[in-house]
């Protein structure tokens, strides 16, 4: 994948590479698809409109205002009231006094105790019910909050242990409710379905949530008729008007997200998680709401409501894994800070745990990714998430009868668990093996056909292998069945899109793109495709399936939702193996994009992910493409940046084996780009030690299945450790030298710069201070000094040539040089800035200018060439090229010229008709040249250039 490097969040699925990022918001942003009036208008879950932010919920528990009667004093109050002799009144209210105090006692206990456990203080809970149950052992509420607080924290052990001292022959419904919750926590569905059953059959206040645990139980279990039946029961209390409080308003919720009410379930919510309506607010309740609006790709608005939850209880280990999953498609270190923190509370969360084993697998870390899930099933031995994340390891690892053992182990516990087959194709995905993730969503929807997100899964990677048709039906099937799934929406929007767009075809590629790219883009993008196919077939000696689709998009957000289905990607291109989709020049700022490199560069993975069977590690296929972009035109790809060397100076690098978690979850936001740039110097390392055929005899051994360290120390002959001491000797051979110029300490960090005498007494000290002599030479140049700021701008420039940063060195030389008409110099540095800036479309034009005015046509041509995969779209530069081209006898590049410049409504369309007659006429493509000649003079009838080569057109036999 192409990247932005200055948008520094990687992404972390969906895509051959990553080097772009993922959404903060993951909704269509108004700068990406147009939605248009249609059926789909709702297929957002609506946000927080009517949702009560924390200053506005309190979350403060409702005290009575009077003390409060238990059963037994309500008992006594009936006594008296029904007029009983005096002596019974006044035992009767001597017995009311000694209950009433006993209450209050027993309340006065409790009470710290529970406001202990719904802050977080999850000690201070413990010892307060440890307390009541000291001087009242057959305490409910006390023996509840006890198994509560162990559940929340983790020690599930300890929990079934204490439960198995308080459960006696006729337990309680709400004892039985939370005992059943920490079976069910490690894995013993038996138990817990049987004590969850039993209280539900009790009745009582805690029935509903008894209710709404069982069917989710059922549900895991494969019993979904029985599920859904107890859903459908309790939402139809709901709208009965039989359920008040926030606990039971979010059971009623849940059951109607799980039968699919979704625009019902956040109804329902809103009413739960008002505290005006509803009471205090049950954090469960809470949590639930936001993990709804994280299902529906609503990663905002779950955050804020995970994050009213931590207002409360800043502990609260759900709302925290809520956080981290949210920004699981950020790519950044923030998901693995929030999960351990959740950890932290819950070391023993299943969830959190799985979470870290699939960051892991992301990373293709998979032993890493093992011990994390070995980790969670000791904890739950039964916990499919868990089973299936083990089975996506034994998948990537080529462990066939390990995978067969757990997917059968997984369908015992329950034989419709479709999730599995599509938690595995999100990971196969994630190594970039789409037309396997088909086949295993196919098999996820034969299980569940209602699984919806395995239907939009379908869809997205049969679009993903080109098959947009059959894509288009799976997800509008994932869309008729769940229209609040935005990914599937957002990409029902691009497919409306993209059916306006232009296709063409050249010989080994087929091309989609707007009508506007089609006429300045398309001439262009054919010729360097079928360039750069040429070169690296030749090079890799393998020859791609074909036809490579390549598809431009004007618009960055339809590039994102192509790539992910979200918008807010930042990457500039990606390849699917067969299909590359990329920003058009127009999606980018003027001059600021080379869509020539970036195509040249997603080519590349076509190589070595067909070349490999899609098996090579992330790091390398980045490392390739970079290293060919780099050979492919002067300044195309990475150069070396200050930034990078201060990162060496200071031991930031990264090691070989720690590459692909730079690029998927950088620890500082240049790492991602700093990867790509140790990938490619990786790269010229074998290249420079073995030369190139040892790069390709690499892509050969990936193809077996073989891990990195069997591949290189098979081709190379260097085990884990020799690749990374050799790759250190390597950076130092190529940095030591610019890290010498480079200073240590605040001045490095780009403080404010100091006065003139300030620097030139640094480089007095130090002569080779690189942005010393670069800033004395700026600031000489701005006072007019040019003659004295000359031989400090050259020496910045010897020191750190490939500093191009607003023209670094270069533009401030080019103006002094100019001004005192040394034009040789001039030019010098213009060609040296376009040497290592791949964006330099100024300078291009500028270099071809001198050369134009020479009449030096072949080196002007060439400038004006390379500044078409920066900028197409100027008719002045366009037109240059033609003349200049048609001067040079470049005949085949004077019609791309004059073809593009008509598709930019030129200010001289007549002459531009005319250039492309006389390009085509001296190709021999007569006819094409004779339409060009007349419609110049349909426009300009006395057009008498036009006029004699159309006589000339005449007077030659057809």
Known sequence: MSMNLTDSRPLSQGACSCRGRAPECMRISPGGVSRGPRTRNKARLPGAAGYSQAEALPFRRRRPAGPCLTAHASWAVFTMSRGFGRGACWLALTFLLFVSNCSAARRAGLEPAEAALRTGDYAAALKGYREVLASEPDSVPAQVGILRALNETGAYQEAREHAGKFIGPNPPAALLLESGRVCAAVGDYSLAEKQIQQACLLGGVTRLQAARELADLKALRGQRAEAQALWSEILGEHREGRIRGSSSLGCAAVAAWRLGRVEEAKEIFLDATDEKTSGPVSLRTLSDFGFLFLEKYNATDAIGVFRDCLRVNKAYAPALLGIALARKYESTREVEKQVRAALAVNPNLVPAINLLAELRIQEESYDAAEVEIRRALRVNPSNLESLSLLAVCHELRGEPTLYAATEAKILNINPSYGLFYHTLAENLVMRRKYHEAVERERMAVSVDPGLWAAHAGLGINLMRIGEMARGRQAIERAFKGDPFNVWAYNTLELLDLMDKFVG???????????????????????????????????????????????????????????????????????????????????????????????????????????????????????????????????????????????????????????????????????????????????????????????????????????????????????????????????????????????????????????????????????????????????????????????????????????????????????????????????????????????????????????????????????????????????????????????????????????????????????????????????????????????????????????????????????
């Not at 081709?715 to 250190?728: N, P, R």
Request: with cysteine; net charge negative; proline share 7%.
């Open 504 to 958: 063409s075809r050249s010989e080994h590629f087929r091309f989609l793109m707007s009508s506007e790219d089609e006429a300045a883009v398309g001439p262009y993008a054919r010729r360097l495709a079928e360039e750069v196919y040429e070169k690296l077939v030749s090079r890799y000696r393998f020859e791609p399936e074909g036809p490579i689709q390549v598809e431009l998009f004007p618009d960055h957000g339809g590039f994102a939702v192509r790539t992910l289905g979200l918008p807010g990607l930042g990457a500039l291109g990606v390849c699917f193996g067969k299909v590359i989709a990329q920003d058009s020049p127009r999606a980018r700022k003027a001059g600021s994009f080379n869509w020539g490199s970036t195509l040249w560069h997603e080519f590349a993975h076509v190589i070595t992910l067909q070349m490999t069977r899609h098996n090579i590690p992330r790091w390398y296929s980045e490392g390739i493409s970079v290293y060919e972009e780099r050979r492919a035109r002067p300044g195309w790809g990475d150069d070396l940046t200050p930034a990078f060397v201060r990162a060496y100076k200071e031991g930031k690098l990264l090691k070989v084996s720690e590459l692909n978690a730079g690029m998927m979850r950088p620890e500082f936001p240049e790492q991602i780009s700093f990867s790509y740039h140790q990938a490619a110097m990786v790269c010229e390392l074998i290249e420079e030690r073995f030369g190139f055929e040892k790069i390709r005899e690499t892509l050969v051994a990936f193809a077996t299945g073989a891990s990195s360290e069997a591949v290189f120390r098979q081709v190379l002959g260097w085990d884990a450790d020799t690749l990374e001491q050799e790759y250190a000797r390597f950076l130092d051979s190529r940095l030591a030298r610019h890290a010498r110029v480079l200073p240590s300490g605040p001045a490095a960090r780009g403080s404010d710069p100091p006065d003139k005498p300030s620097l030139i007494r640094q480089i007095a000290a130090s002569p080779d201070d690189f942005p010393a002599n670069l800033r004395l030479g700026m600031l000489l140049h701005a006072e007019k000094s040019d003659l004295e700021a000359e031989p400090y701008l050259k020496k910045a420039q010897q020191l750190f040539p490939e500093y191009i940063e607003d023209g670094g060195s270069y533009r401030p030389l080019f103006e002094i040089y100019r001004a005192q008409g040394r034009e040789d110099d001039a030019l010098d540095q213009l060609l040296r800035w376009t040497r290592y800036d791949e964006n330099a479309f100024e300078p291009l034009l500028r270099a071809a200018e001198i050369y134009l005015a020479r009449g030096d046509w072949v080196p002007a041509v060439r400038l004006l060439d390379l500044a078409n995969y920066i900028h197409p779209y100027d008719p002045r530069a366009q037109r240059k090229l033609g003349d200049a081209a048609s001067a040079a006898r470049e005949w085949a590049l004077a019609a791309l010229a004059y073809q593009a410049l008509l598709g930019l409504d030129p200010p001289d369309p007549a002459g531009a008709h005319l250039g492309l007659a006389r390009a085509c006429l001296e190709l021999g493509r007569k006819q094409e040249a004779r339409k060009a000649v007349l419609r110049a003079l349909e426009i300009a009838p006395t057009y008498e250039p036009a006029q004699e080569l159309l006589l000339r057109l005449r007077g030659v036999a057809p």
